[in-house]
């Protein structure tokens, strides 16, 4: 379904003789997140594209960083739906494969833990 | 093959899978969906043109910072649809000086409102409460786009929307609870823009573009089946606030469960649009023209200064 | 009835400063925003008008502390008073010109804005310093947005350098206007609202716009000669009002239809 490598140049040689280049933006909410993609924009360099990044997709939304990356940058997994296929269940990695835990616990007059209550114990004073 | 690959990607739509920019796509799909959002990419910033003329006129402080945003945000509408637009646009070798330039010669259409005047500042009031209501509901019922750059971009549009309704709201409650004058400047002004509210739906007849747009599910909703949802939201609230709608056959037809109403003139709507031919079009074209044209000057600086030497 | 009097002394300095400093937010703010829909690009068009929403909040957050001083209310002393009885500086209201001399011009208003918030920042003032800290904070990426401006106009050549040129040579002449105060600054030191005198404040804007201007090949040593002929140091004369009377109209194109709640 994806263009041909052929159909994919073309693109972007008329893209080289265009001044302004295709900016992706992605936007860090607060030091905690990750940067996540929000749009693009049509910008002359990096620097103006951050500028303009600031007011075009931030308005509304606080955030500490943005990160600015030329489109022909950006590096994708191709349209290949057997790219992505995991087909056989993986619970022995997962916590919902370990739901008889509990029970067992019980027999020893104990409980499970879960990861959220060890949290809030070491944040605890 | 081209078949093949045609009925696979039908099958795809069926499924009710998303398409993406860079997947294969029929060309009239492409075609369809470029036709759609360059007219509303442009649409957004065409429509600045009759808002924006109050911003130095508003009243108060707040209003003029608020209109001033929510001019803002029609622009950036305009920025977000256009760089949909420009992505579909790319592989026919389009950018976006021509997709621009074809607001000046007239290639591509913007929507018959905003070839209208607004006259006094009831026109901004009633055009944030009613023609963003009605492309709230026009923008809403594309939520479910197939293809999926497009419904990214009206997720965002709509949520700026919440905004632009409340502001629009907000003005023309303060002329209904206000001087006898201000309620008239309201009547007025929703006599003027009543009948150009329901053309922007469109026509009721569906072209065989849109029922292409259908079975490609690009959109779901007929012209007709948004201009009744329109109606039966907004009918009550226009009358809440004493407002007279200017159509005395208006009335809801309750075997049919539809909204009657004296038909706008389909075909002169269509040709204000197609030629653009409206009172203010020609004007804001030319707007268009100075903001774009006369000022490459300016963006072709830009591209000479990131090579110019650093001094 | 010397501390009233006192009071009384320094609320109507005070307000008179504030009213200055909102005029001038309020007509910049007013001639950015004629500029939606027209600005060069599209994404540019966006952030412009973000700038100019900025300064017209601003311009709110002095009239309500002139309103605190007992001036009136803050949209009266936004729109009802007469052109002249405004005290903004005449750059502040000059028609928009091209985009080189809007980019130019909000530069140098900026960069002197910055000056004198930096100095009332250091205000005895718990109120003012505290505004003046905001603002600069705000105005930061004011200053980032159109230096990057200027400096790419300059060196870019051609037309646009030229037309940067033009601008810098319509702007100059109000400069020494622009860098002065509508109240006496002296008084506004002695009364701990502003940290530097006068001339400083004028130093530290030159000091601020040269390497900038000079990037841009703009002949910025013409600032500090144009400052030294016209030193400014008491009130600021009012400005001359056609500029301001036409704004001002069609500022008060609907409030002028009658008294109402809008």
């Given at each position: 379904m994806a263009m041909t490598q052929v159909e994919k140049d073309q693109v972007h040689e008329r893209a080289r003789h265009t001044s302004y280049d295709v900016y992706e933006i992605f936007v860090q909410a607060s030091d905690l997140d990750p940067h996540?993609?929000?749009?693009?924009?049509?910008?002359?360099?990096?620097?103006?594209?951050?500028?303009?990044?600031?007011?075009?997709f931030l308005r509304r939304a606080d955030a500490v960083n943005i990160w600015a990356v030329r489109r022909s940058d950006v590096h994708a997994t191709p349209d290949d739906p057997d790219w992505f296929a995991r087909e056989f269940d993986r619970k022995y990695r997962?916590?919902?494969?370990?739901?008889?835990?509990?029970?067992?616990?019980?027999?020893?007059?104990?409980?499970?833990?879960?990861?959220?209550?060890?949290?809030?114990d070491v944040r605890k004073e | 093959m081209p078949e093949a690959r045609r009925e696979a990607f039908m099958a795809r739509i069926r499924r009710g899978e998303k398409i993406e920019a860079h997947d294969w796509m029929p060309d009239d799909y492409r075609l369809l969906l470029l036709r759609l959002i360059h007219m509303h990419a442009v649409s957004e910033i065409m429509g600045a043109y009759p808002e924006k003329e109050w911003v130095p006129k508003a009243p108060t402080l707040r209003r003029?910072?608020?209109?001033?945003?929510?001019?803002?945000?029609?622009?950036?509408?305009?920025?977000?649809?256009?760089?949909?637009?420009?992505?579909?646009?790319?592989?026919?070798?389009?950018?976006?000086?021509?997709?621009?330039?074809?607001?000046?010669?007239g290639r591509v259409k913007f929507h018959n409102v905003f070839h209208m005047e607004a006259p006094t500042w009831a026109d901004a009031g009633i055009i944030g409460w009613l023609v963003d209501g009605a492309a709230i509901i026009t923008q809403t019922a594309l939520l479910d786009c197939s293809y999926a750059p497009y419904a990214r971009v009206l997720k965002r549009i709509c949520a700026e929307e919440s905004f632009h309704m409340q502001h629009g709201?907000?003005?023309?409650?303060?002329?209904?609870?206000?001087?006898?004058?201000?309620?008239?400047?309201?009547?007025?002004?929703?006599?003027?823009?009543?009948?150009?509210?329901?053309?922007?739906?469109?026509?009721?007849?569906?072209?065989?573009?849109?029922?292409?747009?259908?079975?490609?599910?690009?959109?779901?909703?007929?012209?007709?089946?948004?201009?009744?949802k329109f109606l039966t939201r907004y009918v009550p609230r226009i009358r809440a606030v004493g407002l007279e709608i200017p159509d005395s056959a208006l009335r809801f037809d309750e075997e049919a469960g539809l909204w009657r109403y004296t038909e706008p003139d389909w075909e002169r709507w269509s040709r204000v649009v197609r030629e653009n031919i409206g009172p203010k079009s020609q004007e804001r074209i030319a707007l268009r023209r100075m903001a774009h044209q006369d000022q490459a000057w300016v963006r072709e600086a830009l591209v000479r200064a990131r090579t110019a030497a650093v001094v | 009835m010397?501390?009233?009097?006192?009071?009384?002394?320094?609320?109507?300095?005070?307000?008179?400063?504030?009213?200055?400093?909102?005029?001038?937010?309020?007509?910049?703010?007013?001639?950015?925003?004629?500029?939606?829909?027209?600005?060069?690009?599209?994404?540019?068009?966006?952030?412009?008008?973000?700038?100019?929403?900025?300064?017209?909040?601003?311009?709110?957050?002095?009239?309500?502390?002139?309103?605190?001083?007992?001036?009136?209310?803050?949209?009266?002393?936004?729109?009802?008073?007469?052109?002249?009885?405004?005290?903004?500086?005449?750059?502040?209201?000059?028609?928009?010109?091209?985009?080189?001399?809007?980019?130019?011009?909000?530069?140098?208003?900026?960069?002197?804005?910055?000056?004198?918030l930096a100095a009332l920042a250091e205000s005895g003032d718990e109120v003012w310093a505290n505004g003046a800290r905001r603002m600069l904070r705000e105005e930061h990426?004011?200053?980032?947005?159109?230096?990057?401006?200027?400096?790419?106009?300059?060196?870019?050549?051609?037309?646009?350098?030229?037309?940067?040129?033009?601008?810098?040579?319509?702007?100059?002449?109000?400069?020494?206007?622009?860098?002065?105060?509508?109240?006496?600054?002296?008084?506004?030191?002695?009364?701990?609202?502003?940290?530097?005198?006068?001339?400083?404040?004028?130093?530290?804007?030159v000091a601020r716009v040269e390497a900038t201007l000079s990037r841009a090949g703009v002949p910025v040593e013409e600032i500090a000669?144009?400052?030294?002929?016209?030193?400014?140091?008491?009130?600021?004369?009012?400005?001359?009002?056609?500029?301001?009377?036409?704004?001002?109209?069609?500022?008060?194109?609907?409030?002028?239809?009658?008294?109402?709640?809008?």
């Amino acid at each position: 379904m994806a263009m041909t490598q052929v159909e994919k140049d073309q693109v972007h040689e008329r893209a080289r003789h265009t001044s302004y280049d295709v900016y992706e933006i992605f936007v860090q909410a607060s030091d905690l997140d990750p940067h996540v993609h929000v749009g693009s924009l049509l910008a002359p360099s990096p620097e103006w594209a951050l500028q303009l990044a600031r007011e075009n997709f931030l308005r509304r939304a606080d955030a500490v960083n943005i990160w600015a990356v030329r489109r022909s940058d950006v590096h994708a997994t191709p349209d290949d739906p057997d790219w992505f296929a995991r087909e056989f269940d993986r619970k022995y990695r997962d916590v919902s494969g370990y739901a008889d835990n509990a029970r067992r616990w019980k027999r020893f007059k104990a409980q499970a833990m879960n990861i959220d209550d060890v949290i809030a114990d070491v944040r605890k004073e | 093959m081209p078949e093949a690959r045609r009925e696979a990607f039908m099958a795809r739509i069926r499924r009710g899978e998303k398409i993406e920019a860079h997947d294969w796509m029929p060309d009239d799909y492409r075609l369809l969906l470029l036709r759609l959002i360059h007219m509303h990419a442009v649409s957004e910033i065409m429509g600045a043109y009759p808002e924006k003329e109050w911003v130095p006129k508003a009243p108060t402080l707040r209003r003029k910072m608020s209109l001033m945003a929510k001019v803002q945000d029609e622009i950036g509408h305009g920025q977000l649809l256009l760089r949909v637009a420009e992505d579909l646009a790319a592989p026919l070798g389009r950018d976006r000086i021509e997709l621009m330039d074809d607001v000046i010669t007239g290639r591509v259409k913007f929507h018959n409102v905003f070839h209208m005047e607004a006259p006094t500042w009831a026109d901004a009031g009633i055009i944030g409460w009613l023609v963003d209501g009605a492309a709230i509901i026009t923008q809403t019922a594309l939520l479910d786009c197939s293809y999926a750059p497009y419904a990214r971009v009206l997720k965002r549009i709509c949520a700026e929307e919440s905004f632009h309704m409340q502001h629009g709201e907000s003005i023309i409650l303060s002329l209904a609870e206000g001087e006898p004058w201000q309620r008239e400047m309201l009547q007025e002004a929703l006599n003027r823009w009543w009948e150009a509210i329901l053309f922007f739906f469109g026509p009721p007849v569906v072209t065989d573009a849109a029922r292409r747009m259908m079975e490609y599910r690009i959109r779901s909703r007929t012209n007709e089946e948004l201009r009744q949802k329109f109606l039966t939201r907004y009918v009550p609230r226009i009358r809440a606030v004493g407002l007279e709608i200017p159509d005395s056959a208006l009335r809801f037809d309750e075997e049919a469960g539809l909204w009657r109403y004296t038909e706008p003139d389909w075909e002169r709507w269509s040709r204000v649009v197609r030629e653009n031919i409206g009172p203010k079009s020609q004007e804001r074209i030319a707007l268009r023209r100075m903001a774009h044209q006369d000022q490459a000057w300016v963006r072709e600086a830009l591209v000479r200064a990131r090579t110019a030497a650093v001094v | 009835m010397a501390i009233e009097a006192d009071a009384r002394v320094r609320d109507a300095i005070l307000g008179g400063l504030a009213l200055q400093l909102a005029d001038e937010e309020l007509f910049l703010g007013h001639r950015d925003s004629e500029w939606l829909g027209l600005a060069p690009e599209v994404e540019e068009d966006v952030a412009f008008a973000s700038i100019a929403q900025d300064e017209v909040r601003h311009a709110a957050f002095w009239y309500e502390l002139a309103e605190a001083c007992g001036f009136g209310q803050a949209d009266a002393l936004a729109f009802d008073r007469a052109p002249s009885e405004r005290r903004h500086a005449a750059l502040c209201a000059r028609p928009n010109g091209d985009w080189a001399y809007t980019v130019l011009r909000h530069y140098l208003y900026d960069a002197w804005d910055a000056v004198r918030l930096a100095a009332l920042a250091e205000s005895g003032d718990e109120v003012w310093a505290n505004g003046a800290r905001r603002m600069l904070r705000e105005e930061h990426y004011h200053h980032l947005h159109m230096e990057r401006w200027v400096v790419d106009l300059g060196r870019a050549g051609g037309e646009a350098a030229e037309r940067l040129r033009g601008a810098f040579a319509a702007l100059l002449p109000d400069l020494p206007d622009l860098a002065a105060f509508a109240v006496d600054p002296q008084a506004l030191v002695d009364l701990g609202i502003l940290s530097r005198p006068l001339a400083d404040l004028r130093r530290a804007f030159v000091a601020r716009v040269e390497a900038t201007l000079s990037r841009a090949g703009v002949p910025v040593e013409e600032i500090a000669a144009t400052l030294a002929a016209h030193p400014r140091e008491g009130a600021r004369q009012a400005a001359p009002h056609d500029d301001a009377a036409a704004l001002l109209e069609t500022m008060n194109g609907v409030r002028s239809l009658g008294a109402a709640v809008w």
